[in-house]
């Protein structure tokens, strides 16, 4: 069974730092590009930032580039969310994504139950 | 990117069928047949039930279908059933490798 657990949401300051991350099972991770999603309360999703199945390549939506970094793990089965100059805006769950494919990705078939990040001083 | 357009809400009745509509852009929801729709029940992570505009996943009722018209895509549920009271998201691929969300839409099953 495909699995994925999200860790490290908290709460922190504005302009503060968090490592976000997921631990994958259940697949062969390293074939599939992985994602972030976020979704802030009472509102729909948003795509956060993706990475290829090798960690060649990444992609950010502009809201984020610059401040944070995703990068994997292969030998973990672990994907990872480094957030730093933290933002009010910034605040949601934050959910773990398998693509279905190694590098771009299209859709989002698999989800982890998602970890909260919150952004207030 | 800006977020696709949604009705915030739409309702039925049990038996009947319902459209949510989508709409995008010709930079995401027209130029590319990468639509994809999720339904999320309160405290649950989303759940896909149609990819690349009109496919179901393995599982996923064939009371779901997904068309597209343009910059509009639309997700259809025949035979309300009381289990399909959710929030519905739209989602595309917008070029670049990045995908932008619709704000979604809440299904009320009267």
């Known amino acids: 069974e495909v699995q994925l657990l999200e860790s490290g949401g908290d709460l922190r300051q504005p302009g503060g730092s968090l490592r976000l991350a997921c631990a994958a099972s259940?697949?062969?991770?390293?074939?599939?590009?992985m994602s972030w999603v976020r979704q802030a309360p009472g509102k729909g999703p948003e795509w956060v930032s993706s990475i290829s199945d090798r960690g060649s390549s990444t992609f950010y939506a502009d809201s984020v580039k610059g401040r944070f970094t995703i990068s994997r793990d292969n030998s973990k089965n672990t994907l990872y969310l480094q957030m730093s100059s933290l933002r009010a805006e910034d605040t949601a769950m934050y959910y773990c994504?398998?693509?279905?494919?190694?590098?771009?990705?299209?859709?989002?078939?698999?989800w982890g139950q998602g970890t909260r990040v919150t952004v207030s001083s | 990117q800006s977020a696709l357009t949604q009705p915030a809400s739409v309702s039925g009745s049990p038996g009947q069928s319902i459209t949510i509509s989508c709409t995008g852009t010709?930079?995401?929801?027209?130029?590319?047949?990468?639509v994809s729709w999720y339904q999320q029940h309160p405290a649950k992570a989303p759940k896909l039930i149609i990819f690349e505009t009109t496919k179901r996943p393995s599982g996923v009722s064939y009371r779901f279908s997904g068309s597209k018209s343009g910059n509009t895509a639309s997700l259809t549920i025949s035979g309300l059933q009381a289990e399909d009271e959710a929030d519905y998201f739209c989602c595309s691929y917008a070029g670049s490798s990045k995908l932008v969300f619709g704000g979604g839409t809440k299904l009320t099953v009267l």
């Open positions: 010709s930079s995401d929801v027209g130029n590319y047949n990468l």
């Open positions: 994504t398998k693509a279905d494919a190694s590098i771009i990705v299209d859709a989002f078939p698999i």
């Open positions: 259940g697949f062969p991770f390293s074939s599939y590009a």
